[in-house]
């Protein structure tokens, strides 16, 4: 089937658009990824390519590195629940998004909070409980994304409640979701669903074409990076909103 070219070509683009979405905003890549390639290819197939586009993609939103180690201090609590969240999820639910009424109650979160950060009020965790809230939102955050194979809620409300710059949210999302990523790929081994990794590629053969869609994925997002720089904060607040909202409409229909 990778033998056609225009199927490949199609690919490319789609990984390309999915990594400008990410560059801009921060998050999105999988979703769009999987929208876009599910219109031609089997999904197993689709969350195949999107392996190492995921991971990698995440890892760069980590930068600069010389500042993630104090990020780290302030939201390695969270991290741990991310991890203990997803696997304890994981043990408990059984298939990953095996739920689609999970599904439709994570969409409607994400309309309701893109509408609130878009009309309502910004509110802000004092500092001395953002440990502790860091590591129960981690914990539920991890729980949501086993059942719902989605990493949103309430984690990344939770990270613009810190009052953290740009960048540095774009860092704690980048953080977040390699955590994620992660402990689902863990948790796939542990529990002996590592064969849906390849999507019946081949485990060689599936990292191959994952990592050739590195390369319009990581394209794409250096632009959307570009682009990001030349908006406002006001305007930038309402493309994050509306990202979110639009992957709760996808969600739900």
């Keep these: ?17 999915a990594g400008l979405v990410k560059g801009v905003v921060g998050l999105g890549l999988p979703t769009v990824s999987m929208a876009l ?3 031609f290819m ?4 689709a969350a195949a390519l999107l392996l190492l586009p995921s991971l990698v993609t995440n890892v760069v939103q980590m930068r600069p590195m010389n500042t993630l180690p104090a990020l780290l201090k302030r939201l390695g609590g969270m991290q741990l629940g991310i991890a203990a969240g997803t696997l304890g999820g994981m043990a408990v639910w059984g298939s990953l998004g ?11 979160a994400l309309v309701v909070y893109g ?7 910004q509110w802000l965790v004092p500092l001395r409980h953002q440990a502790w809230l860091g590591l129960v939102v981690g914990f539920v955050s991890g729980g949501i994304t086993a059942l719902t194979g989605v990493f949103v809620v309430p984690a990344v409300a939770f990270l613009q409640s810190l009052g953290l710059a740009r960048a540095a949210l774009m860092q704690a999302m980048g953080l977040c979701f390699t955590v994620s990523t992660l402990a689902l790929g863990l948790g796939m081994w542990w529990f002996g669903k590592e064969g849906a990794v390849s999507g019946g590629l081949g485990l060689g053969l599936g ?3 994952s990592g050739l869609m590195l ?9 959307g990076e570009v682009l990001r720089e030349k908006l406002s904060t006001a305007r930038f607040k309402k493309l994050l909103m509306g990202s979110l909202m639009a992957l709760g409409v996808y969600m739900l229909f």
């Design 115 to 121: 509408l609130w950060g878009l009309c309502g009020p």
């Design 42 to 45: 089997p999904p197993a197939q």
């Design 215 to 223: 390369i319009p994925a990581l394209a794409g997002m250096h632009w």
């Design 207 to 209: 990292l191959v074409v």
């Design 1 to 17: 089937m990778w033998s056609e070219g225009w199927m490949a070509a199609l690919a490319i683009g789609v990984f390309g658009v």
């Design 98 to 108: 095996s739920l689609p009424q999970a599904h439709l109650a994570l969409g409607l």
């Design 37 to 39: 390639l599910a219109l």
